[in-house]
């Protein structure tokens, strides 16, 4: 049997917004590292490209396919910036869609983060009925990194406001 042609490396640029403390800054170097170095790594190697994402940073937030925002609970008026920077961004993002994002891209990180069923059953709730991928407005993966995300992931989930919860450290594994 033929063996099927590697497909090319869907790209999915992010943003990285960093609140807080110095640690925040060092651990927001960290994961810039981590998604610049594994799409390098999927570059090289063409059996790995079979379903890889290439990621790309971008200083413009309202270009990027996946918004994160690392988080300090320690800092004074940390949470509640980041409180507010959360549902613009969902806001923006309702008004706004990114039009160009590939739905399987975005499903693919969100797969692989274990939040898409999170992201799912928020949508069925809001929506009561699914449509199909035609004409379905692609949404931007909001994602919230550190102290403040990991103490409160279910207000995060439950409000909507994000769809990727990494607390401390876990990148790092």
Not at 2 to 11: E, F, H, L
Not at 85 to 90: D, Y
Not at 101 to 123: I, S
Request: proline residues 5%.
């Amino acid at each position: 049997q033929p063996q099927p042609q590697p497909q090319p490396p869907r790209t999915l640029k992010f943003h990285l917004k960093t609140y807080g403390c110095q640690m925040n800054v060092n651990d927001s170097d960290i994961v810039r590292g981590v998604l610049l170095n594994h799409s390098s790594a999927a570059d090289g190697n063409p059996a790995a490209n079979t379903n890889a994402i290439h990621f790309e940073e971008t200083t413009n937030e309202m270009d990027a396919d996946v918004l994160l925002t690392n988080t300090c609970a320690i800092r004074e008026n940390a949470e509640a910036k980041v409180w507010h920077r959360l549902r613009e961004l969902r806001a923006h993002d309702a008004k706004f869609p990114l039009d160009r994002v590939r739905e399987d891209g975005v499903e693919a990180v969100l797969e692989a983060n274990g939040a898409n069923r999170n992201r799912k059953q928020q949508q069925s709730k809001v929506k009561g009925k699914s449509k199909g991928s035609k004409g379905r407005k692609k949404k931007r993966i909001i994602g919230v990194l550190g102290c403040m995300a990991e103490r409160l992931k279910e207000d995060m989930f439950r409000d909507g406001t994000a769809d990727l919860i990494v607390g401390p450290d876990s990148f790092r594994d």
